[in-house]
């Protein structure tokens, strides 16, 4: 009859060496992927038809080496400064926050790429450093992704410094889970569908060609484009992910992003594809 016999420590041993060995192996794969991943999308991000595109004010990403210092670039690290990368304006459009209002950084977030985290309940927010111009129209890109959804008014997206100045302009989330814009004063365009979901990824586009205002999610309109007459807007200093009225700051943005791209016209449909394309 044959007997039982229990592994010996040597034997033990080479076990335990081979598992580890493969952990290793899988753990540096998944480190390699991650990245392959992050270069190829650096990749995207400089042969992208974004900087080809005219009047190109504001190009905040998260993928860049220049979008950051180094010594934020961390997961989990707060950041203090939003580097613009576009080519074709200086000085640059750059954001910035300071003490425990900054967004943090992430490693692995939307599409496994680097996002920023922006935390309502730490009022984290950016403003921008160049009055960009005063336009008759715009067109405004964000990659996002929300964590939660206002259940009042309002979650910003990109709003005018000095909230209640004329002409300024607001882009916020609605309490409906609706895209909303106005230029103040004027009359809130709400996207007409309450289709934002939490913990999806979103392209969301909108343009402002002074005659409608336009927005579309995924490239795809929502909702039905309103009709305006504005006549300049104020851009000045904008404030991404909260809202500031000269003395009061709130309607923090709960959610993670990846990119911001704004230009002071309206663009072009097959350019507003190629930018969403590239996003």
């Known amino acids: ?74 997961d989990g690290l707060s950041v203090t400064n939003w580097y613009d990368i576009n080519p074709l304006l200086t000085p640059k459009n750059n954001a910035s926050s300071s003490g425990a209002n900054r967004p943090v950084y992430k490693a692995d977030c939307i599409n496994d790429l680097p996002c920023l985290e922006f935390t309502a309940a730490n009022s984290s927010y ?36 000095g909230a209640f100045a004329a002409r300024s302009l607001h882009f916020n989330v609605a309490a409906s889970s609706q895209l909303n814009y106005v230029v103040n004063p004027g009359t809130n365009f709400l996207s007409g569908v309450s289709s934002l979901a939490t913990a999806t990824n979103y392209v969301i586009s909108m343009v402002d060609d002074n005659a409608t205002v336009t927005s579309y999610l995924n490239g795809a309109v929502l909702g039905t484009p ?54």
């Open 1 to 74: 009859m044959k007997k039982n016999r229990a592994f010996s420590l040597i034997e033990l041993s080479i076990v335990i060496l081979i598992i580890g060995i493969l952990i290793a192996g899988v753990t540096q794969s998944s480190k390699l992927v991650g990245k392959m991943r992050l270069a190829s999308a650096k990749t995207q991000t400089q042969s992208s038809a974004v900087a080809s595109i005219s009047n190109l004010v504001t190009w905040l990403e998260t993928t860049s080496d220049k979008s950051f210092d180094d010594a934020e670039s961390s």
């Open 226 to 279: 309103l009709s305006i007459s504005y006549g300049v807007r104020n851009l000045g200093i904008l404030n991404i992910g909260g809202w500031f009225n000269g003395t009061v700051r709130a309607r923090y943005l709960d959610a993670y992003v990846s990119e911001i791209i704004i230009f002071d016209r309206s663009l072009k449909n097959e350019e507003r594809k190629a930018v969403e394309t590239y996003l």
């Open 126 to 161: 950016y403003d921008t450093s160049q009055t960009i111009s005063t336009p008759l129209q715009t067109t405004i890109f964000m990659v996002t992704s929300f964590k939660t959804l206002p259940g009042a008014c309002c979650f910003a997206l990109i709003t005018s410094n």
